[in-house]
């Protein structure tokens, strides 16, 4: 051992391998010689081998921080960067003060494409250990870089190579990256294209995308199960892309295909147009969208809806939303007869609080926003029971909504959600046995999702969707659970 630690400091490690090599043969269990090979081997570039040396180490001992270290490490110099980022979570919960974990899961944010994260990480290696300050803000320079945040991307680039030895390798490949920069300016990819295909039982076929329900009557189709197979894609672009402003288009389309019910299948396009910008760390954005949607292959509505939102970040891990909503709805009487009463204006403001943990890996999420319908049908004292009208539709409704992300537990990322909605209507409903009863509905809604991925772009997940509409009327009463496996790719 002491031969193989003196051959180890002076670099010599083909030699110290054998000698701690020899050692573990005259102590198989000695977990400091363990970890000096697997350590030797690190530096030989033998990960595969230092990988079982530490997996054996945390085996015997799961609080020992230098081993989970070398199993992270060992982990992502082969690729398998989701297996690393465990490893390297786990040395951060027992040994905090490692700059070298921070440096290490700063480098695999990076393999993993969370650019976002990985200066935060690099920032906490620095403070810890000043020494890696050439290093961590090379890497973190390349970050900002793959965000498009170019002046950022220069200033770290340049710490880099005043803060470290001019002529060394790493100085090198800075100043290489600067002058491809300036020579051919590259930011972030300007467009996104999103796509997935779902098959799904649904027990209870009765709401539409946009959380609309058909309005009753003959033609509804509440209590009918049925399988059906959703598609669903969006594309992005955006011409304009900046530190500062952003501006784009982008195209959602969804179309559901029934087993039985096909004269309920739904298409829905919803081309928008986006303006954002960037004010210290506030992200403003205004959209417009227009949405049409069919159902049975016949028009149902058409809607336009303009949106602010703002993005106020209060740290690396905190995130307040705020959001406003008009929307005008134009409902066609094609399938639906009466569908039009509901035809009107909506208005929404709300807020939510995002809170990130585990490095960005997992996240609580906390809401409040509060909508009305106006559809101009008046303030009737009484319904006409069974003649409906624009009274039915108005409402006031006030949303609670909770959700949690937890980080990839062997490579699955399990999430839940829940929503409490309360709407109140203004006015009698024409469906209540007298005409006299104003409509009260309570909405629950629950989701659990686990998903994983299975390329850099293509993953897979199972969820599970219950909603319960709690109607003093009894037409709207329902339950509904949906089961579904999607299949989803991000290019």
Same mark, same amino acid.
């Given at each position: 051992m002491s031969k193989g630690i003196a051959?180890?400091? %002076?670099?010599?490690?083909? =030699? !110290?391998?054998?000698m701690f090599e020899r050692a573990?043969? !005259?102590?198989?269990?000695?977990?400091?010689?363990?970890?000096?090979?697997?350590?030797?081997?690190? $530096?030989?570039? $033998?990960?595969?081998?230092?990988?079982?040396?530490?997996?054996?180490?945390?085996?015997?001992?799961?609080?020992?921080?230098?081993?989970?270290?070398?199993?992270?490490?060992?982990?992502?110099?082969?690729?398998?960067?989701?297996?690393?980022?465990?490893?390297?979570?786990?040395?951060?919960?027992?040994?905090?003060?490692?700059?070298? =974990?921070?440096?290490?899961?700063?480098?695999?944010?990076?393999?993993?494409? +969370?650019?976002?994260?990985a200066p935060e990480l690099f920032s906490r290696a620095m403070a810890l250990s000043p020494d890696l300050t050439p290093s961590a803000r090379y890497y973190t320079g390349i970050s900002y870089y793959q965000r498009g945040l170019t002046e950022r991307a220069k200033k770290e680039l340049e710490a880099a190579?005043? +803060?470290? @030895?001019?002529?060394?390798?790493?100085?090198?490949?800075?100043?290489?990256?600067?002058? %491809?920069?300036?020579? =051919?300016?590259k930011g972030q990819k300007q467009w996104d294209l999103n796509l997935s295909i779902s098959g799904q039982y649904d027990s209870n076929v009765v709401l539409l995308p946009i959380g609309t329900q058909p309005p009753g009557g003959a033609v509804g189709i509440s209590q009918k199960d049925d399988f059906r197979t959703a598609i669903y894609a969006r594309g992005e672009y955006r011409p304009i892309q900046t530190d500062v402003w952003t501006a784009g288009v982008t195209?959602?389309?969804?179309? +559901?295909?029934?087993?039985?019910?096909?004269?309920?299948?739904?298409?829905?396009?919803?081309?928008?147009?986006?303006?954002?910008?960037? &004010?210290?760390? @506030?992200?403003? $954005?205004?959209?417009?969208?227009?949405?049409?949607?069919? =159902?049975?292959?016949?028009?149902?509505?058409?809607?336009?809806?303009?949106?602010?939102?703002?993005? &106020?970040?209060?740290?690396?891990?905190?995130?307040?939303?705020?959001q406003f909503r008009y929307q005008y709805k134009d409902f066609q009487d094609d399938l639906f007869a009466g569908n039009s009463f509901r035809d009107g204006k909506n208005w929404l403001g709300g807020v939510t609080q995002y809170a990130y943990?585990?490095?960005?890996?997992?996240?609580?999420?906390?809401?409040?926003?509060?909508?009305?319908? $106006?559809?101009?049908?008046?303030?009737?004292?009484?319904?006409?029971?069974?003649?409906?009208?624009? !009274?039915?539709?108005?409402?006031? !409704?006030h949303r609670l909504s909770l959700g949690l992300g937890i980080p990839e537990v062997w490579t699955l990322k399990p999430s839940v959600a829940f929503d409490y909605y309360r709407q109140q209507y203004d006015n009698p409903n024409s469906l209540s046995a007298t005409g006299t009863t104003v409509r009260r509905d309570t909405l629950l809604f629950f989701t659990a999702s686990i998903g994983r991925p299975i390329t850099d772009w293509l993953s897979v997940a199972a969820e599970y969707n219950y909603t319960r509409d709690q109607s003093n009327i009894q037409f709207f009463d329902y339950s509904r659970n949906i089961y579904s496996v999607t299949f989803s790719g991000r290019f």
């Open positions: 051959e180890f400091g %002076q670099g010599h490690y083909d =030699v !110290a391998a054998s573990r043969s !005259a102590k198989p269990n000695d977990l400091e010689a363990t970890d000096y090979l697997g350590q030797t081997y690190l $530096r030989l570039k $033998r990960y595969r081998e230092a990988e079982l040396l530490f997996r054996e180490i945390v085996k015997k001992d799961e609080k020992a921080a230098p081993a989970w270290l070398g199993l992270g490490i060992a982990r992502s110099q082969q690729g398998r960067y989701q297996e690393a980022r465990e490893a390297l979570n786990e040395a951060e919960q027992l040994d905090p003060k490692n700059p070298l =974990v921070y440096f290490y899961q700063g480098l695999v944010a990076q393999e993993l494409k +969370s650019f976002d994260q190579i005043a +803060s470290g @030895v001019p002529e060394s390798e790493l100085a090198r490949s800075a100043r290489a990256v600067l002058q %491809q920069q300036t020579a =051919v300016p195209y959602g389309f969804y179309q +559901s295909f029934h087993q039985k019910l096909a004269r309920f299948d739904v298409q829905d396009h919803s081309p928008s147009v986006f303006v954002q910008r960037q &004010i210290g760390p @506030v992200q403003a $954005r205004v959209q417009y969208v227009f949405d049409y949607v069919e =159902v049975g292959q016949a028009p149902y509505l058409f809607a336009h809806v303009i949106q602010p939102i703002f993005t &106020i970040a209060e740290g690396n891990s905190l995130f307040t939303q705020l943990f585990a490095n960005g890996a997992g996240h609580v999420r906390l809401g409040y926003t509060f909508d009305m319908d $106006r559809t101009g049908g008046g303030e009737p004292t009484v319904a006409a029971p069974g003649v409906p009208s624009n !009274a039915d539709w108005s409402y006031k !409704a």
